[in-house]
């Protein structure tokens, strides 16, 4: 870390508190300017001024819980954060940490003669994460760069492609007939590529409005865009009980179009029925999709969700192993995750939690 001193906001209204912490960090030797506030109206003052290097926040304050300091940075954005309380208390910690705390202690003589530790430790953490951060977000625009700039040419590939097949199919062979067609489906399959790309990147970047959602309308709407595909795959789709849910329109399709989609195309033979149905858990819902096809091996039910990965029951079918990515990324914008499950008497449930 160097000698660079530390600047620390310190959120303590007891007096004595803050003066055992102050005396802790500095028997630590490192270069600190501790600022410290009593309620959480002071901190937002100073922090409407200027960014902490640190935050160490008691979780009773005279005006509010702590961790009302950490409302508007959820995901750990601005500042790296402790909470701190007088007591152990499980439920308090993880809502500590859910809310975007680094840690959350305990008020103690052992954690005083720790604390020059605990704070270089949460600063190292600090800056991985947004270090990790910073190389997620240039591969985000890089993949957007690449996606939107191949898509031009790719387009002139395709066409040029079918319309000489068009106009040549007097005077060329079967072979190369056969070649121009190989390039046209080729492009075809680059530019879904691209598509699926382009929406992965994009995630979290439109501003669609947060609205509630009717989640049986959206689900019926996917379904009829997808009645060519669910017709010639001879399968029905069965829709349950749904929670309306407070996410954009355009995200809730794109978690069921992708679902559905691959529970025609790779989890369904004729005759099955895809369910889709969901419940609200608290202040999160969770919405599945089941199928009662081959299922998914233990062993690739998390790769399966890495973008590019794809399962080996799904090796012959035509797709990008873009979709479950794009599912995934989607319930972690909204604090929740995506996973896949064994469907009872066989196939695969996937699951998608999210907190709307």
Same mark, same amino acid.
């Given at each position: !870390? ?83 309380? /007088? ?18 202690? #305990? ?6 003669? &720790? ?72 492009? &075809?399959?680059?530019? !879904? ?74 989890? %369904? ?5 895809? &369910? ?8 999160? #819902?969770?919405?599945? #999709?089941?199928?009662? /096809? ?14 590019? %990965?794809? /399962? ?6 035509? /797709? ?35 907190? #709307?």
């Amino acid at each position: !870390m160097g000698r660079e001193t530390i600047h620390i906001l310190l959120v303590e209204d007891s007096e004595t508190h803050a003066a055992l912490i102050r005396e802790a960090l500095e028997a630590g030797h490192i270069p600190v300017k501790l600022t410290v506030v009593q309620s959480l109206a002071e901190a937002q003052v100073y922090l409407d001024k200027a960014t902490p290097h640190l935050a160490i926040i008691d979780l009773m304050l005279p005006d509010g819980s702590g961790t009302d300091l950490l409302q508007g940075q959820e995901g750990m954005t601005s500042y790296p954060a402790v909470v701190m309380s /007088g007591q152990g208390d499980e439920a308090a910690a993880v809502a500590a940490m859910k809310a975007g705390a680094l840690d959350y202690l #305990v008020k103690s003589s052992a954690t005083l003669a &720790e604390m020059p530790r605990i704070v270089e430790r949460v600063l190292r953490e600090w800056r991985h994460i947004t270090e990790r951060k910073l190389v997620e977000k240039e591969l985000e625009a890089f993949v957007y760069t690449v996606s939107h700039d191949l898509r031009t040419p790719l387009s002139a590939i395709i066409g040029y492609a079918d319309l000489l097949y068009d106009q040549c199919q007097n005077s060329l062979d079967e072979q190369a007939l056969n070649c121009l067609a190989k390039i046209s489906s080729s492009g &075809e399959m680059m530019a !879904m590529l691209m598509d699926d790309l382009l929406g992965l990147s994009t995630i979290g970047k439109t501003q669609d409005p947060i609205e509630a959602q009717d989640t049986s309308k959206v689900v019926n709407e996917v379904v009829y865009s997808l009645s060519d595909q669910i017709f010639r795959a001879e399968v029905g789709v069965e829709i349950g009980d749904l929670p309306v849910v407070q996410v954009s329109k355009n995200l809730l399709f794109q978690v069921f179009d992708n679902l559905i989609g691959n529970a025609i195309r790779y989890g %369904c033979k004729p005759g099955d029925v895809i &369910e889709v149905g969901g419940e609200r858990r608290g202040d999160k #819902v969770c919405l599945y #999709v089941r199928d009662h /096809g081959l299922g998914i091996p233990i062993d690739e039910r998390d790769c399966i969700f890495e973008a590019f %990965c794809r /399962g080996t029951t799904g090796e012959d079918k035509q /797709g990008t192993g873009i979709g479950l990515a794009t599912v995934k990324k989607i319930a972690r914008r909204f604090s929740g995750d995506a996973w896949v499950e064994e469907t009872p008497g066989g196939g695969a449930t996937f699951c998608v939690e999210m907190k #709307v």
